[in-house]
């Protein structure tokens, strides 16, 4: 009541900050992975005094790095703590010798995602020089409808998760099928149709409560090799998977 | 002055609550992905009621999970802005062809590592089931003179951080010729000697400008493999790594 009012933008306030810090970082994208104070003042929507100051902070905590005068990334220091994340890295370090057996057989592109809400995030991605042109980006975001390890974590996810995209679905009953059938064989094959012509075959990946915590997948050109031994040699490398990050688990809570 | 006073623990300043949301961020280690609020606040040396306001904060943001009741980790959206850091995922998606081809070569360890400060930081690693068993952990820091990555990163580091290495080196005359040597022969062999019956054989990748960025290593069992043709290999790959990353920097600037 009796200090002057600090403009709402300008305030030190402690949530405020915390927020403000985290829009700063979600300014970066695949596109744009350097920014100048400007780029994150403007995508940040925080003004060029507040984006200044807190920029400084991050870099001095090593969140953000300066390559060079007035530019900003996000710095290897966050990657280093974000590298903890057991549905990042974690099942990652699991999966990643099955996922390079599945690679020497296809040379194609192995998938490993997990859920995050409606969503599909890579976690990791093998690809060969010569693999089939599709756009994976690990780190990245896919629909759960339109991907082969979307539909075997869209199978596995709670109830409001599927309602809500059956509710969206060009044709609601197809997919209903196609959840089941995933549920009942541990296994799907995924053809996302033109301009793609590739499949997508995909398998869950569970924790020792059997909960489904991701999936992995192979996506070929369509046509190209046994479509059962392909099945075959995913669904084994995802159990494969299951029962290394069950050992890793349990070798932790010792 | 007429407000009561605020004890400095509990103070909702900026500066301060930007540094605690870090400092519980740091808490986590490749050891403990996984926290409850008591070793939370132990770890960061944060009174508990902080502890539980910032990391309740932090969870909204994703930057934490709650994998079960009153447990805590590294959320996979902290993972995702991460993923952006050029030095991490940046330099590895450049290199990752070119460690396969390797990989597939050898089928032992395949290293990739950028240098923070006086430290190798592992940003990628491919392994076989079969390979010999070092532990190498992608987000883990290793020395700059105890390995292969480390030595090429050591031979392109500042003056100053060369300088501190060189006075706690056992044999600095030795330490020096190695350095040199890298810088001329743009390859490594290095043997940490017993018990680690292993060889590194590294190179450096560079920037567009010829910068050092980041080290390439495949790590062997000592006496396996042809050694000039292991060096010929990861020089070679080294090299497509650096050709590769600069085409990519170039594209991100158009």
Sequence with gaps: LYADPVPESEQPNGDAVLDRAFALLRAF????TELNLTELSRRSELPLST?????????ALGALERPAA??????????????????????RAAALPFMEDLYEVTHQHVLLAVREHDEAVLVERLSGHQAVDVLYRIGGRMP???TGVGLVLLAHAPQE??????????????LRRTLADIRRDEVTSF???PPWPVVSVAAPVRDRSGAVVAALSIVVPDGRGNPQALSTAVRAAA????????????????
Tied chains: 1, 2.
Excluded: F, K
Aim: no cysteine.
């Design 239 to 254: 159990r494969g998977i299951s029962r290394s990050a069950r050992e890793v688990a349990a070798h932790r809570q010792n």
């Design 29 to 32: 994208s695949a596109e744009r």
């Design 70 to 91: 007035r530019r900003y990334t996000v710095g290897v220091r966050l990657w280093e703590i974000a590298s903890l994340a057991p549905r990042g890295l974690g099942v």
């Design 161 to 174: 998760i599927a309602d809500a995209a059956l509710v969206t679905a060009s044709d609601p009953a197809a």
């Design 51 to 59: 984006t200044r100051r807190l920029a400084g902070q991050l870099v």
């Design 191 to 193: 053809r996302p149709g």
């Design 144 to 146: 759960l409808v339109t």
